[in-house]
């Protein structure tokens, strides 16, 4: 099946700094979403984003399907962005998702 | 409008009983998914149900796990004789397209 690697596996970040979190898969996607998992274990739709650049307040997110990497930039960051970041995929017939890792985020005042 | 909703929101049962999780997905959405978390395995995909089609067992790890979906919509996830390792959070999720939304869990804990 297809493989979702996520990098770093863990961030401590100054409030007010910028970041970036990476996500590589080993082959094509018809979906692939991030997620922020928050304290409470739920997990928040960020972006459906198979391919492209997307943007919503200081979250964005870049997809190059054919190089089969996607980013999600975080900026000017705040102690609420803390906790745990999914990327998730699904390739072919098959729409279930198979997830990452994840990347624990903490953001210090 | 109102998102997925799982009930209970946790639960706790002895090893060897059944236990019955249930999800109400978003109206309208044709497909259904459970997945589940734990320490050892992250996120992983148990059951997918869409439409009137015949579900993806692929992910239920033994016999013990079943789920049913009535009427299209609400779901029930049933662990028959749980053990230890069943513990996790149990999630699930809807989707009318690609997207998939996904509800709070249930915190389920196997003495």
């Given amino acids: 099946g297809i493989q979702v690697e996520q990098s770093p596996p863990d961030l401590i970040l100054q409030e007010g700094a910028n970041s970036t979190l990476r996500c590589n898969f080993s082959d094509s996607v018809n979906n692939l979403q991030w997620f922020h998992q928050n304290p409470w274990g739920q997990l928040i739709n960020l972006f459906y984003i198979p391919s492209g650049t997307k943007q919503n307040g200081r979250l964005s997110a870049t997809t190059v399907a054919t190089e089969r990497y996607s980013l999600l930039y975080i900026s000017s960051s705040q102690t609420t962005d803390s906790g745990v970041y999914f990327c998730a995929v699904s390739s072919g017939a098959n729409s279930k998702l198979t997830f990452g890792k994840g990347i624990t985020l903490s953001v210090r005042p | ?111």
């Fill in chain 2, 1 to 111: 409008g109102a998102g997925v909703s799982q009930s209970p929101s946790n639960k706790v049962t002895e090893k060897g009983k059944d236990v019955e999780l249930r999800c109400d997905p978003i109206s309208g959405h044709t497909a259904l998914y459970w997945y589940r978390q734990s320490l050892g395995q992250g996120l992983e995909f148990l059951i997918y149900f869409q439409g009137n089609s015949a579900p993806d067992k692929s992910g239920l790890p033994s016999d013990r796990f079943s789920a049913e979906r009535t009427g299209g919509s609400v779901s029930t996830l049933t662990i028959q004789r749980t053990q230890q390792e069943d513990s996790a959070v149990y999630l699930c999720a809807s989707s009318d397209t690609y997207e998939q939304f996904f509800g709070p869990g249930t915190r389920l804990t196997v003495l």
